[in-house]
């Protein structure tokens, strides 16, 4: 995620120092950006924090000896508050909750800060380049980590089922893999996010017909509802 965030952001003239523990990957960053080094020492401004959040307590160790108060903290990590971000570095913190798609600029880049107003102006300015970049309170910043963060997971999920569905019952899986990506490029496309939901599923769901005997398979098990419950479960405890 810190690469996408690295090639949505590369365009924008902004000079990034690499590290990742594999070098491999750091290098092979370099590689894509216009403006872009591996770290070895350099003065910087702001580190981005692209680790998982279950390794905050063991990369802080390396952190602490880098990170001054005038440092900006810029976090991708799920679930961890900027309250806490703010204590273990004592440095001014900045929140994001992207997706892949940022990557081409065409994400969705949700965030939340401790900075005063100059500052938020500045990063509202330079997240807008990465697609819909709205600041929000932090409790929805948590909230909306499943439908910006996870959400293309899910998507993912349900077309590796489907294709599964294709193989099982002797269909081709790579045609049935196409067929369901243009389908769903094509139900999107036209999408603004403000439509009724519910007409759209009456419209294809007819009475009795297929598509709702799946629908109501999956509203009567809960199956959907309690694996999001789950997700948002999860953030709670990262915090
Ligand atoms: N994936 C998403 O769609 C998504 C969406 C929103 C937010 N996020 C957040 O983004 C963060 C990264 O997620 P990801 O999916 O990109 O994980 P990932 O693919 O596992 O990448 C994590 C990277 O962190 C590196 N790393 C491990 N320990 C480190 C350390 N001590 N110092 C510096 N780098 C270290 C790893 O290097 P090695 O490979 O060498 O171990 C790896 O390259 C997470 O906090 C997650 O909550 C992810």
Redesign the pocket.
Known sequence: ????LALGLGSQGHEFFL????LS?AQSLKGQLKKAQLWQGQDFEAVV?????Q?LT??MS??SAIVTPQTLII??????KLEKLQTLFHSRVLR?????AIAENKGVCLWSSLLEAQENRFWQTTLNSLGFAPQVEERELDLY?LH???S??YLYFLIQEMKDLAQQSGGDPALAAKILTLSLQGALDKLKGDEDFQGLITQVASKGGVTEATLKHWNESGAIASGLKAGLERIQQ?S
């Open positions: 995620m810190s690469s996408a590290y990742n523990p594999t990957k924090l692209g680790f998982k959040p390794k063991e990369a390396d952190l976090s991708l990590l799920a679930g961890v994001l909750m992207p997706n892949l980590t910006a963060g996870c293309p997971a990262l």
